[in-house]
Each structure stands twice: as C-alpha cells, then as structure tokens.
C-alpha cells in the first residue's frame, strides 16, 4: 500500500528556513512526476513545486527563487528546502504525484512563519 509520509514542518520566524521530507512506503519515486502542494487556511490546496523524472523543476511564482525541491532516489524521499520563509508561506504541506492520487493525500506537515 502507498504512503506518503511528510515530515520537517514547524514555527519559524520570517526569514527563516526549513527543510521538509516526503517519505514514501511501496512507492519509487523516480518513476513518476513528483510535487509539494500547499493549503492555507481557507484556501484551496495548490501546487508549490514539482520534479520530474528527468530532473526539471517547476515552482509556482510565489515559491520561485525561495525553495527548491530535490530528491534523494536511494532513500525515495523527496524534500522542500523553504528558504526566506514569509508569513504567507504558512499552511499545511503535502507531497502527491502530478496530477495528484486522490487516494495518496497524507497528514501533511505545518508551516507557520510568525515572529
């Protein structure tokens, strides 16, 4: 059975960074387009970053030049490297394939950015 397991969410103050991690169990991440997306309170969810099979990226405009996404393929993880956090950055964030497997949504990981 699929899980996505994400991790690496906390407080942290503007201008801070984090680093999340998107673990997946009976799944191999090079085999298929993988993404974060985010949800704000109140807002719908959206997507955040994506990273290809051949190693492209993509990042929402509102992300770029701020967070890059990576994976490490020997540990099937996928992470998010948030760097000068702002405070609208925060919501809940969820890795998924692109387009995302309705049935494959996990927990998510919190990110508040606040001073």
């Known amino acids: 059975q699929v899980q996505f397991v994400e991790s690496g969410g906390g407080l942290v103050q503007p201008g801070g960074s984090l680093r999340l991690s998107c673990a997946a169990s009976?799944?191999?991440?090079?085999?298929?387009?993988m993404a974060w997306y985010s949800q704000a309170p109140g807002k719908q969810r959206e997507l955040v970053a994506h990273?290809?099979?051949?190693?492209?990226?993509y990042y929402a405009d509102f992300v770029k030049g701020r967070f890059t996404i990576s994976s490490d393929n020997a540990k099937n993880t996928v992470y998010l490297q948030m760097n000068n956090l702002k405070p609208e950055d925060t919501a809940v964030y969820y890795c998924?394939?692109?387009?995302?497997?309705?049935?494959?949504w996990g927990q998510g990981t919190q990110v508040t950015v606040s001073s």
């Open positions: 009976g799944w191999t991440y090079r085999f298929y387009i």
């Open positions: 990273l290809t099979t051949g190693g492209s990226t």
């Open positions: 998924n394939t692109v387009p995302p497997a309705t049935q494959y």
